[in-house]
């Protein structure tokens, strides 16, 4: 069996990963470099904190133990960075659920949350109430995807620069994909893993997923002597380490208002508003301004939840297209991977399957 998976993102590389794993011949191509896309500008937080409904949190929570296991199974994952993460102000009614659901959780006070992040000011915590999430972490989503890629070019996986620009069509199934330099590469099933671009390498838009597309801004300090060492979220920034000492700062409430024409220098503002957020918080950051600004886009389906494995109407096509990608990347290359040489979706995954958003 011949499969070319289309995008190198967290995505792409982990199931080109465990498909050359099964000795499936496996051809990935990109057009920029692995994790240029959304990879590469992710918050990368592991977690399944604010999903639901049910199905949605249990995969989120299988994609933080798939890196977990991965770690093992490899000897080592240097890109996973542990150490839970804290939040405040939790509402009860979230604790309470998370708890029922079996999700590691504990209310903890506001000496609890200092004494873990001494390099926090008391005076910008408020009251809480505070909680720590043991088993969240996050990942270092570029170097994890470089890894992917060289363990599956390991096992025999070919990497291919190319700009795709249509899927290849024969006797109604998907015969391969058609590059932008003319060429074009063969095979038996085509796993579309190109993110929120899913739908510009697919010319047929009755073979096109809802996707909207949602724009979000990433802030990285330069490095500062904060000894921040887990993901936090606070009322007006969420934190956490970015390498070296720098930073990554994010909050929901600055992306409403990016679009299509969002560049850097447009959101200087909110850039500006989200350091001074954090030296409130992380009296270290001192006088420092943003080293940069990143714009990531958001690959998310009409209701939010993934969309995968085959497409009606096209045999020999799938999909792999979700939100939380970071969080779900080594749990869904195992299952996709199994998906692409079974043919069909695991009973895991059936909520999730691609399938609901086409009419048959
Ligand atoms: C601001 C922000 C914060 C986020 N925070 C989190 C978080 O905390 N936790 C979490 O789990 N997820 C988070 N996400 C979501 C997560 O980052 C994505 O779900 C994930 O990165 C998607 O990975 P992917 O491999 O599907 O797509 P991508 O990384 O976009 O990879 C797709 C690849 O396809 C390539 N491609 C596109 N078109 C073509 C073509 N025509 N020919 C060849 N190649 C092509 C692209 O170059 C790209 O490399 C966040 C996203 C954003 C934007």
Redesign the pocket.
Known sequence: MRVVI???????TSVAFRLAERGTRTIL????RP?????G??????NARDKSPRAWHDLNVAGMQAHAALRAELGAAPWWHGGGAMAWPVAAADVGRLRRWGYGVEEISREATLAREPGLAGAALGDGPFAYFPDEAWLD?VVYAGAMLLRAETLGAEFRR???EDLLVEDGRAAGIRLADGGTIRADTVVN?????AN??VRDSSLHLPLARRR?L?VVTPPVATGLSRVLHTPGVNVRPDGSGRLML?ADAMDAALDETSTQASVAAPAALLMDEARRLLPAVGNAAAETARI????TTADGLPALGPVPGLPGYQVV????????GAHLGRLMAATVTDGELPAALAPFAAARFFKE
């Open positions: 289309i995008g190198a993102g967290v995505v792409g191509v990109e057009e920029d994790g240029a896309g959304t990879t500008t992710s918050f990368a937080w592991l989503a190319g700009s795709v893993c190109a993110g929120a671009r510009s390498v979000g990433l994010q990531g886009v958001r690959p297209v979700t939100h939380s990608a970071v969080t779900l």
